[in-house]
């Protein structure tokens, strides 16, 4: 791969990580937002396989087909499922409004790029240039599981969290040992079976899958 495709390519599905962070914060449809989440399952995949067929690296190529299976296709998929399964799949008032999260968004990727300063000068690299955009989605993941009522969202924010540790972890390291990957992604992979079993069963006895709701319901 050429040097400029390289760069290109690999800022292309970078951006694409940190966008689709943003847009968990910009649409209320739990269905679009799982949505976001999936393609950006799929970058960050983009993210390792371009990284291992820059360096010729097989195991780093087979983490990126790992990362495109579980957090692309798999955990999606089960998230979609309890979407449909919930009669109210928006977030009709989350703890802070859309404009105002979009501004926290901005205003959490300028603290990322300044925060990650020291790093990114200790790596002169254009996979190294580009850590701000994983730790700016890691911060908004946080965001995310502060702001969002839906039980769905939280989970979806945890898994901004770890998508964004993750690409540090790609641009900062060139990849991750396999191991390490497999077994983060059947922990994240763990968690959002238990959410399905709970959401599953939280459907049928309360009809709500809202948290603010729930908490009432316990009062």
């Not at 067929?53 to 999606?76: E, R």
């Amino acid at each position: 791969m050429s040097g400029s495709a390289y760069a290109s390519s690999l800022e292309l599905v970078s951006g694409v990580v940190l966008v689709c962070a943003v847009v968990t914060l910009w649409r209320r449809s739990l269905s679009a937002i799982v949505k976001a989440l999936a393609v950006q399952g799929l970058a960050l995949g983009a993210v390792a396989l371009i990284l291992g067929v820059d360096l010729g690296d097989g195991v780093l190529i087979a983490v990126g087909c790992l990362v495109v299976i579980a957090k692309g296709l798999v955990i999606p998929a089960l998230l979609g499922r309890v979407v449909a399964g919930d009669p109210d799949s928006r977030e009709t008032a989350p703890i802070v409004n859309v404009p105002a999260s979009l501004v926290a968004a901005g205003a959490l990727t300028f603290l990322a790029y300044g925060a990650t300063g020291p790093v990114v000068a200790l790596i002169p690299t254009t996979a190294g240039r580009l850590i701000p955009l994983g730790f700016a989605t890691l911060l908004i993941g946080f965001f995310v599981m502060a702001a969002r009522r839906k039980a769905v969202s939280q989970i979806v924010g945890l898994l901004l969290v770890d998508n964004g540790i993750a690409l540090v972890a790609f641009l900062a390291t060139a990849g991750v040992p396999l191991l390490v990957e497999l077994g983060a992604s059947l922990d994240v992979l763990l968690a959002v079976v238990v959410l399905r079993v709970l959401a599953a069963q939280m459907t049928s006895k309360f009809g709500v899958l809202d948290l603010d709701q729930l908490r009432e319901l316990h009062d």
